[in-house]
């Protein structure tokens, strides 16, 4: 079936911009504190686990979850706005990011109603951290593929096999994982999947994290050996996670992460070029500030679609291979327009130091989220071309 393909044209509400300002207080103050340093990202350090607390304490975790579960039934385009200060602030969020943006969602659809109570308040709280286990040794972002097996067992299912590109798993708490259940049938290659629950910190689980060249360890192997699942921690339909697993990619691939991973040399560029750039430089930064504003439209939109109940699963697809298209390209445009910029003490460290990590971290961000070859099926499919 084709997918009728529609991005809305959303605007954000006067509440969303006020939300706006008390966001960037507080990250003001966290970095008056010494909590990070908004000039070097991704240096997570031991204050993230504070920081998490801090932000639920605020109550921008499970924002638009039901208020029994400790969220705060505001709307998407609110969280929108955390996500987007948060992001372009370089805070040291991905404690709880996925268990937020992604994990919190399935539970809420799929877990039993005590796993309910039990984890989605600690979630707004920020005291949890989740990863998310799909992609496998030799079969990467195609989950259909998946081999990493779920035998039953004697009040659960017995699991064994190995994920792969799983990040923050070294710190995980929790895990939503898909494994197999059944071999997939000659008219179905997506039926015998399931998702599960694991409890990160229970036997049966090795964690091998995967240096970056950059040096740090967000990806991890991790390889399941006889670990032992409960009933109750079976999310869904047995055999049919397909839908529920595609579904749930709407959250995670649409935001505005997706764009603004290397956003930091863009806002260095146009430091370092100064108020009154030359033509090539003014060119340069209103190209990359007009397509930037291009993706965050389409985002914010995905984000009203989902506000309104719907899954733009094609659409978030959209965002995020046209957004990770773009923030790989990102530090090497804005070293062609840094070429020419005289070399100053204040204008100069910052701006090399930056690059210097960006170039480096850009190859993975094609990783997460699903490779841009499998997204493009998802899209050519949803438009009926393949």
Known sequence: MTAAL???????????????????????????AGTFDPHKPYRENNSARDFSRKVGERGWLGMTWPKKYGGHERTFLERYVVTEEMRVANAPSRRFFVADRQSGPVLLKYAPEHIKADILPRICRGELCFAIGMSEPNSGSDLFAAKTKATRTDGGWLING???????????????????????????????????LVDMKKPGIQVNPIQQITGQYDFNEVVFTDHFIP??????????????????????????????????VLTELVRALGPDPDIRGAEGIGRLVAQLHT????????????????????????????GTVWEQQLPHRVRELAAFVD???????????????????APKLTIQGGTTEVLRGIIARGLGLR
Not at 234 to 247: F, H, N
Not at 298 to 317: H, N, Y
Not at 343 to 361: I, R, Y
């Open 6 to 32: 529609r991005f809305d044209p959303i605007r954000l509400p006067p509440e969303c911009e006020r939300l706006r300002k008390e966001v960037r207080a507080f990250l003001a103050d966290e970095i008056a």
């Open 162 to 196: 190995t994920k792969i590109w799983t990040s923050a798993a070294q710190v995980a708490d929790y895990m939503i994982a898909l494994f197999r259940t059944s071999p997939p049938t000659k008219e179905n290659r997506r039926h015998g999947l399931t998702q599960f």
């Open 231 to 264: 009933d109750d921690h079976v999310l869904g339909e047995i055999d049919g996670a397909w839908k529920q697993a595609t579904s749930e990619l709407a959250y995670e691939r649409s935001g505005p992460e997706r764009f603004l991973e290397t956003f930091y």
């Open 295 to 322: 993706m965050r439209r389409m985002s914010v939109s995905v984000a009203g679609m989902l506000q309104a109940g719907k899954e733009p699963v094609v659409e978030a697809s959209i965002v995020k291979d046209i």
């Open 343 to 361: 070399v100053d003490p204040l204008n100069h460290p910052t701006l090399d130091e930056q690059l210097a990590f960006a170039t480096k971290l």
